[in-house]
């Protein structure tokens, strides 16, 4: 697999801008799966559920002490993980433009027709590879997704929540989680296009995050609800500019679809 890195380094550094839908669709979708409303929920619930589950934790409010330290564990879970993501996230796209694009394949309907056309621009072991990979991102990302749809309807309903609680305790929460689950199962029996279905999921989550970000950017300001925690003004500054590319991206997407 030959990749020319110089032009994949100026498209990187200065992309070629469209007026097309697609191409808005492709980079809202793009933002919809990095910054992502079920990415707030879940890191939120799972920092509040662990100050429950840690004896020595507590909201830091009370305990402003912790602040520093737990700020500093969040910030470095947070770019590792993230820095982790897009990177793999654009192994993926030179991947895919070095072998089926470059091979007159663009249009993929399922993860079976891809990892065929992987076999003869890249061999069996690619195969096998993309075959694995799928299987461990589904292994990855379905309990988070479930389980981040499960935390937001929970706390919109006040539910009783938690992973560390029994089923028995939050019976509504692991509810959510099984029946988010089998509507993912179901999407197979349906027969239903899963690339198509991922790019427009990813869509709605780059239009849905402008409101989020914003809330959030708001909450982060305030005072009288942070205490000594509220937002630096560069990361204030920083999260402004990201929430405006993010809308200008869907307001683009939305004019272009029109």
Known sequence: ?????????????WPHLSLERDFWLTV???FGTTISPYLFFWQAAQEVEDTKTQPLREPLLQEPLQGPAALARIRLDTVVGMGASNLVALAILVTFAATLHAQGVQDVATTAQAAQALRPVAGTWAFALFAAGVVGTGLLSVPVLAGSAAY???????????LSRAPLQAKAFYSTIGVATLLGALANVFHLDP???????AVLNGIVAVPV????????ARSDIMG?????????????IATAVMAIASVAFVVSAV
Not at 196 to 201: I, R
Not at 228 to 240: A, D, E, P
Request: aromatic letters at 10%; hydrophobic letters at 60%.
């Open 228 to 240: 000594k925690f509220t937002i630096s003004t560069r990361l204030n500054v920083t999260g402004w």
């Open 28 to 30: 809202v979708a793009v």
């Open 195 to 201: 690339i198509k279905s991922l790019v427009w999921a």
């Open 152 to 162: 937001a309807l929970g706390e919109a309903r006040r539910w009783p929540i938690g």
């Open 213 to 220: 970000m914003v809330m959030v950017m708001l909450l982060g």
């Open 1 to 13: 697999m030959r990749v020319p890195w110089s032009e994949f380094l100026r498209g990187l550094i």
